[in-house]
């Protein structure tokens, strides 16, 4: 017998002998869904095929949270990991995932989602309001040792109710505009049949292969070497109007080879089906070999228009030396970032002045490029302390100690941009020392706050800029937490605040600019470069769309997985008859047509 009693905005239920709070739904909701978007994959994808990419360094963990979790391999598992909804990476419109239906509650700060009921995890087992009550609990424990997750479920999401098997209530901490709502509720799932919340979780699931939504699994784990994952034969979404044509490769191998120039080796015979082409001297200098002229491996750049993560050089404040802002403002202008784009970028980026941009009225395009200046980088280094030339040109303090800033960063091919502003800082007394560290070890060394400066990246994230993470005092001086700079600063949290609680799209771009300007005038970072395209090459029988490229594509213009928060990815195949021509005629030295395509679909204006 079902027992139960009604409350005003709840029910009271008798599950299992015991009384529990259910959240019931408000009346006159206004449920939502997009069946209408175009659909951006190619209906001439064929399935089937296998692909073969690289990565760097191998995962210190497959866990998506805690310790170590927050690696460059997270996004093969989070990218296949799906939400309740996605982002149409054209349009920009909310569409279906796992929820078919949303409704905003009249507080703007409730959103309702209904589940698809066929939504399986991989191992069978149904995705039930369950999962996302469990993730809940799960991201607010102790036991995974994620401060960031902890916070942001704590103030970001107030509460995740089950209403009933298929129906879910997400409450944001504050109200907010719908866009940027119901980016922070779209929630993954978290499997509550799987995990158990224990003292030991972080090293019980350190390489748990995890129940997944989405469209592939992990089927071959060689440690160090290579991770295989196959596409689900039934997979519950496939034919939804979103994925069609999407995710046609059967297996993915994902192999780890150190050195870049050793896996373009590997690309050029044919044992890695795809290279990433983003860095100029690949691009006007590498893929020039036979292998490209007759034919037989191709060059895609298409034109994007994201938005794009800080990407410089980041300070730690905590450091003596640069806890004076004249130290920091002399550093700013010791750094020829000009000449850097020219010669080693082949003027192919764009000088950034923000820290993240692409994101309108909510990027500060006023800011001033701190122009390379020796005369004026001295000037603040003195003010700093750092007055005395040594023998070697080195600015010295009056105890005899020499002007130098340590550089962490991750990636081999930034060692010549890095060696021209190590050139360049010279000139202005400033010695930079380059401590190149293997990526993911380099990147927890970043996030243990090991670091005098940072060089490195960050992927453009949400629909808005988000600042708490990497600027506000709460995640400063504490490990793991993206806050590099070390930085407490009490206007700056003021200003981050009232822009996570503001409700006004207006008012809160005006706070956003507020806080570039706030970090311009603190001068913890040196914004490096920003792109406006994604660029790659593959053997010619690794298919695109006639429109390669979605307006949103990140990085990778190959990326097999999801992407998040615009749906973009999986739109590749492999055409089999194109793959036995093209083996053909290299077998038989005979040149096919090259291939150097150049889309301007979403050229940015």
């Given amino acids: 017998m079902k027992n139960k009693i009604k409350w005003i905005g709840a029910i009271f239920l008798l599950v299992n002998g015991s009384w529990v709070w259910a959240a019931s739904l408000p009346a006159d909701l206004k449920w939502e869904t997009n069946d209408t978007d175009p659909v951006f994959a190619s209906p001439k994808a064929l399935p089937g095929g296998s692909l073969t990419m690289f990565i760097d360094s191998f995962p210190l963990t497959f866990r998506t949270v805690g310790p170590d979790s927050n690696g460059s391999f997270r996004s093969f598992i989070q990218d296949n990991q799906l939400r309740l909804i996605s982002f149409h990476p054209n349009t920009g419109n909310p569409i279906p995932s796992l929820a078919t239906h949303w409704a905003i509650a009249p507080d703007n700060q409730t959103v309702y989602f209904k589940l698809d009921p066929r939504a399986k995890w991989s191992d069978g087992k149904p995705v039930t309001a369950d999962d996302y009550t469990f993730g809940y609990e799960m991201m607010r424990s102790k036991e995974i040792r994620a401060p960031w997750y902890n916070n942001y479920y704590t103030t970001e999401i107030v509460a995740v109710e089950k209403v009933d098997d298929h129906t879910i209530e997400v409450k944001s901490g504050n109200r907010k505009a719908k866009l940027d709502l119901l980016n922070t509720t779209e929630l993954w799932p978290q499997p509550k049949h799987y995990y158990k919340l224990t003292p030991n979780w972080v090293k019980q699931y350190n390489w748990s292969q995890v129940p997944t939504t989405g469209p592939?699994?992990?089927?071959?784990?060689?440690?160090g070497k290579s991770i295989t994952f196959s596409k689900q034969p039934d997979w519950w979404a496939q034919n939804d109007r979103y994925n069609q044509h999407r995710f046609n490769i059967d297996t993915i191998k994902v192999q780890v080879i150190r050195d870049h120039n050793i896996a373009f080796r590997h690309f050029l015979k044919g044992e890695i089906d795809t290279f990433e082409m983003i860095l100029p001297n690949w691009w006007h200098e590498k893929a020039v070999t036979p292998e490209y002229k007759q034919g037989y491996v191709q060059k895609v750049m298409a034109m994007t228009d994201t938005k794009q993560g800080g990407q410089g050089l980041h300070l730690n404040v905590t450091n003596p030396k640069l806890a004076d802002i004249n130290v920091r403002l002399g550093i700013q202008h010791a750094m020829n970032l000009d000449k850097m784009i020219a010669t080693v970028l082949r003027g192919d980026y764009d000088r950034a002045t923000t820290f993240g941009s692409?994101?309108?009225?909510?990027?500060?395009m006023k800011l001033a490029e701190r122009a390379y200046d020796v005369a004026k980088a001295r000037e603040y280094f003195a003010k700093g302390g750092y007055a005395k030339p040594g023998p070697d040109g080195i600015l010295q303090n009056d105890m005899g100690e020499r002007l130098t800033l340590a550089i962490t960063y991750t990636t081999q091919e930034h060692s010549k941009r890095l060696t021209v502003l190590k050139e360049e800082a010279k000139k202005a007394g400033l010695d930079l020392e380059l401590n190149l560290v293997d990526g993911a070890t380099g990147f927890k060394v970043m996030l243990e706050k090991k670091h005098e400066a940072a060089w490195l990246g960050w992927g453009g994230g949400g629909l808005y800029p988000q600042y708490w993470?990497?600027?506000h005092s709460d995640n400063a001086n504490k490990p793991q937490t993206n806050n590099l700079?070390?930085?407490?600063?009490?206007?700056?949290?003021?200003?981050?605040?009232?822009?996570?609680?503001?409700?006004?799209?207006?008012?809160r771009a005006e706070l956003s600019r507020q806080i570039q300007q706030r970090i311009y005038d603190l001068a913890i970072f040196v914004p490096g470069v920003q792109l406006n395209y994604v660029r790659a090459s593959s053997w010619r029988y690794v298919m695109l769309p006639e429109v390669p490229a979605t307006k949103n594509t990140p990085d990778q213009l190959y990326w097999p997985m999801d992407g998040y928060p615009h749906s973009s990815g999986g739109l590749l195949w492999i055409d089999p008859k194109v793959k036995a021509e093209t083996q053909k005629a290299k077998e038989a030295g005979e040149a096919l047509a090259p291939i150097n395509l150049l889309d301007k679909t979403y050229a940015h204006h």
Avoid: R
Wanted: charged letters at 40%; aromatic letters at 18%.
């Fill in 485 to 507: 700079f070390n930085v407490a600063d009490k206007d700056l949290d003021k200003l981050i605040d009232a822009y996570d609680v503001e409700f006004d799209t207006a008012k």
């Fill in 469 to 471: 993470e990497s600027f």
């Fill in 358 to 364: 692409g994101f309108g009225e909510f990027t500060d």
């Fill in 216 to 223: 592939y699994v992990m089927t071959e784990v060689k440690k």
